[in-house]
């Protein structure tokens, strides 16, 4: 009788709790019901389970942990990598009344307390902070004094070192897990595969949780991959078929800027958006791009994490992406509203030998790292400072070693990450420089004659100068004008000072400690590290040129099983539907729906009203609309799904 009570007892918990749920969503979201998966880690979260929750870009992984954020008393604090994306949530949410609030390094600390006193007095039910938030003193003894209901890290693929945006200060997060033992932590991403969700776990210190997964595949997404040795031609085609708002991914801030510019001289309203631009100019044109419903972003991959716009049609990539993670997270921004959109790469075998030269840049070899760390072993005992502490100059070991001092910086940074070498301050690949006017090109002395060289020479080594600051090297310009490097920092100082330019100069010298015992585990995780890097890019230089369903290729990498293809990317329609062009196929879905909308029939009789096509394609095309949803069978019969 008591366990029946108890059963009972539970069960109307569960129901009273569920009624709370849906008011929640229905007066702050408008929605009548979840998503999949949704539901089921609100309840997790509620019942202050520890949770992961693995949903693809679009799943709806925000309102997971905002839901229940409201229905606890107290306050919760949001981990989230990017200002610019906390900005975007904390905005957003506050439209919908969901009272959030950030804090950011640029706020003024009274302004920061402020936020502390409306958390603790419920004002404020999300905190979203960064994660080298947790490295100030101030923030540590508010949490501590005032514990939150719970934790929450979203993109917490951060955390891994195996993940695609490893970011070490995510390492930072564990110091809440010993501050805070009795608080519930919960993480989301949108990409991880078995090693970094490993990671997740243990770098949180989660040692009993739940996973809750959404299945990768994307139905109203096709993708195609498109080799073409004229991209701009498959573009302009490409764009003449597709109507409605897109984004298109670059790798460099120059390509943003011309190509924007080329679509706009073809009559296709365009705009781009990178981290040069000022703050102000990427606000300016993210807000216009959120209004239109028909303008093309041109972007690099700063653009669009946290951006909420549900009727992008179409993403497309003009460069490889890294890896299978980074792509899926950006092209999984089209569609978001449940709408068919597409997801495009154009690409040929130049773009697949610049993406294998790219990794390779940027996790250098176990040889070149055992270079550096020679150097700088030496220079430790030379006795350049005392003990393992030293000043190191990125232009002495650039010459030392007879590497570019960005390729140095790279070494620097893998050091930094494998922990053998602490620092003060965070490794810069040069100075910042932005031409302001042309004034110096009509001075005619011989003082301007040198800054004229020196300025030219920028010009030809470096794009966009005239548009914003670009990062140059004082040593590349040393060499390519046959100058030292203190004549040519003091010609960029002096044409600072007449305000041609505006100049940014980086002290090339930097203050670190060397951590040697860790040297030995160092080379082991590097080594794994590295060709976990190859690897990743050589599935994403497959899944680019290889023959096969591109959506069962993504599922089988995210360790989905897969019992049938999409029949809907470009591999599915050149196997399926050959026979087929887009024209033939519109008119042969749009009489199959004709006829079934009045009454169900028998595939065969079916296959009787449409005398003018071949059996063959008739059944590929059946399936596939069956596949989309857009077909059921029942009893034998083929039924319209409206």
Request: hydrophobic share 40%; proline share 3%.
């Amino acid at each position: 009788m008591n366990r029946d009570f108890f059963i009972i007892h539970q069960k109307f918990i569960a129901m009273f709790t569920d009624k709370i749920i849906y008011q929640t969503l229905k007066s702050h979201w408008g929605y009548d019901a979840f998503r999949d998966k949704q539901i089921e880690i609100v309840r997790s979260i509620l019942n202050r389970k520890e949770t992961i929750g693995l949903l693809p870009t679009g799943g709806g992984k925000s309102i997971c942990f905002q839901l229940p954020a409201l229905c606890f008393d107290g306050y919760s604090i949001v981990i989230s990598p990017l200002i610019a994306l906390m900005k975007d949530q904390v905005e957003s949410r506050v439209v919908q009344n969901l009272r959030a609030a950030y804090i950011s390094h640029e706020m003024h600390l009274d302004l920061i307390k402020e936020i502390f006193v409306s958390c603790v007095q419920g004002k404020v039910k999300l905190l979203y902070v960064s994660p080298e938030r947790l490295k100030s003193h101030d923030f540590i003894e508010f949490v501590r004094h005032c514990p939150p209901e719970m934790v929450v890290v979203d993109e917490a693929h951060c955390i891994s070192q195996w993940g695609h945006d490893f970011r070490p200060a995510y390492l930072e997060i564990f110091r809440l897990r010993q501050i805070l033992p009795n608080v519930v932590l919960h993480a989301f991403t949108a990409t991880a595969d078995k090693k970094v969700l490993k990671d997740i776990a243990l770098f949180l210190g989660m040692n009993s949780y739940v996973i809750f997964r959404k299945s990768f595949r994307r139905k109203n997404i096709e993708l195609y991959n498109i080799y073409t040795e004229h991209k701009m031609r498959s573009l302009l085609h490409m764009l003449g078929n597709v109507k409605g708002v897109g984004i298109i991914y670059v790798r460099s801030r120059a390509r943003t800027e011309s190509l924007a510019g080329f679509l706009r001289d073809n009559h296709i309203p365009a705009m781009h958006y990178h981290a040069g631009m000022s703050p102000d100019d990427r606000s300016q044109v993210q807000d216009l791009w959120m209004k239109r419903d028909d303008a093309i972003m041109v972007s690099t991959n700063a653009f669009g994490m946290g951006v909420d716009k549900s009727n992008v049609r179409f993403v497309i990539h003009w460069d490889l992406p890294d890896d299978l993670e980074s792509y899926f997270q950006e092209a999984g921004r089209a569609g978001r509203d449940g709408q068919m959109a597409k997801a495009v790469i154009l690409y040929n075998g130049k773009d697949q030998a610049d993406l294998e030269e790219r990794i390779l840049q940027q996790v250098p070899s176990m040889d070149m790292l055992n270079s550096v760390w020679k150097v700088l072993l030496k220079l430790t005992q030379k006795g350049k400072l005392s003990s393992n502490m030293l000043n190191v100059s990125i232009d002495e070991l650039a010459n030392t070693l007879q590497k570019k001092p960005r390729f140095i910086v790279k070494c620097l940074n893998s050091l930094s990450k494998l922990g053998v070498i602490v620092h003060s301050r965070e490794f810069e690949e040069g100075s910042e420089v932005w031409i302001k006017n042309d004034e110096w090109l009509n001075a005619s002395d011989s003082s301007n004659f040198e800054m004229q060289l020196v300025l030219k020479s920028m010009l030809r080594i470096y794009e966009n100068l005239w548009n914003y600051f670009v990062r140059i090297h004082e040593r590349e310009l040393a060499e390519f004008t046959g100058m030292d490097v203190d004549s040519v920092t003091h010609i960029l100082q002096s044409a600072s000072g007449y305000g041609y330019i505006a100049y940014k100069a980086n002290d090339p010298v930097y203050e670190m400690v060397l951590v040697p015992e860790q040297w030995k585990q160092a080379v082991k995780t590097y080594r794994k590290f590295r060709k976990n890097k190859i690897s990743k890019m050589l599935f994403m230089k497959d899944y680019a040129s290889l023959e096969i369903c591109r959506q069962s290729y993504i599922l089988r990498y995210f360790g989905e099983k897969v019992h049938k293809n999409c029949r809907q990317c470009d591999y599915c329609r050149k196997k399926y539907f050959q026979g087929l062009n887009s024209g033939e196929e519109k008119i042969m879905v749009q009489r199959i729906s004709d006829i079934l909308k009045d009454k169900p029939l028998e595939p065969d009789k079916l296959l009787f009203e449409l005398p003018f096509f071949e059996t063959d394609q008739y059944l590929d095309l059946l399936k596939n609309l069956e596949y989309n949803g857009e077909l059921k069978i029942e009893n034998n019969k083929l039924y319209y799904v409206e």
